[in-house]
């Protein structure tokens, strides 16, 4: 059975017009937060202009039988379009897909898909390369799936490469990390070869290992069980940890409206209040505190576009007091893999 439509309001608690919802997220991207440090920060890797360009995480899952009904596929090219479009009015330049390789062909099609639409509508994609949790020939299942994505989605012919999100002609590839088993420095290697070797972005600050990745992004934490915990703190170190440390890392900023995983199968009972829109305007410009004017970030991802099953998309709007998004819908079996 297909769930009711999710209620959601925009900002502005009635409705909020595409042009109106892009300048939302620019006047919280430069006016939120700007206390800024008092140590000085010179990053190697910086926005082109006044403020990070906006990401956001997409799920292509949508459709299959093991993840829940929000009535749609996500193989589905006029609602790939439409997505691209909507997320163009609201002040976002591309999506960030989360990607298994040939685990799951249906997200693979989805990422293909939107690739070349993307290109025809100029918006950007990215990669998140979602690892498998698995110890056997862990660095050899990378390798294998960077291979097959570099020759299908970033060679010189390959369909929509011009639509790959790049810093500095060198595309970004973010991982979201399983088990620790990958010896990402011999992954380093491999794509150290290719004709543009890629930036590898990894979740969170920097561990004991930090020379095989070029920069870092925060994942959506700060959960309770009350939804209290917004992960100021979380966030807090991350920028903290970056600015002072890592300043030749590239520094991905995370931003969420809200979380909660009881739709989700591997659900933890983990919560993040909405506030009434106040978690997504604060994760939104909680970096400024960390950098000094002059000093801007190049990417802000937001998490996410449209995981419904961990209550944090905004595909259909923000969650505001007037009424607050409800996750419906039939519980979803495991995924290729839970967050």
Partial sequence: ????????????????????????????MLLH?????????????KATGPKPEILALYEGWFGLPNHMDIGYRSTDPELLRSQIHKAQDMGISGFVVDWYGDRDSSIDKSYATLQTLAAKNHFKVAMMYDEANQSDGATD????DFTMFHDTYLAGNAKGRKAYLTYNGRPLIFVFPH???TDWAKVRKVVDKWESPPLLIQENAP????EAFDGFYPWVKGWAPDGSNW???????????????????????????????????WGLNRHISARCGQTFSDTM???????????????????????????????RGLPTCAVQPANQGPAASQGPAGR
């Fill in 1 to 28: 059975m297909t769930p009711a439509p999710l209620k959601f309001l925009l900002l502005d608690n009635v409705t909020m017009s595409a042009a109106t919802s892009a300048k939302v997220l620019s006047v919280m």
């Fill in 179 to 181: 088990g620790g088993h």
């Fill in 207 to 210: 561990g004991p290992n930090p």
């Fill in 33 to 45: 937060g700007c206390s800024g440090p008092s140590q000085p920060v010179d990053l190697k890797y």
């Fill in 285 to 315: 410009g909680f970096w400024r505190q960390f950098y000094p004017a002059g000093q801007v970030i190049p990417f802000m991802m937001i998490e996410t576009w449209n995981d419904y099953e961990e209550g944090s998309a905004i595909e």
């Fill in 231 to 265: 992960g100021q703190d979380y966030l807090a170190d991350f920028y903290h940890s970056m600015a002072t440390k890592y300043p030749d890392k590239m520094t991905i900023g995370g931003a969420w409206p809200q979380f909660d995983d009881s739709q989700a199968a």
């Fill in 141 to 144: 299942v990378v390798i294998a």
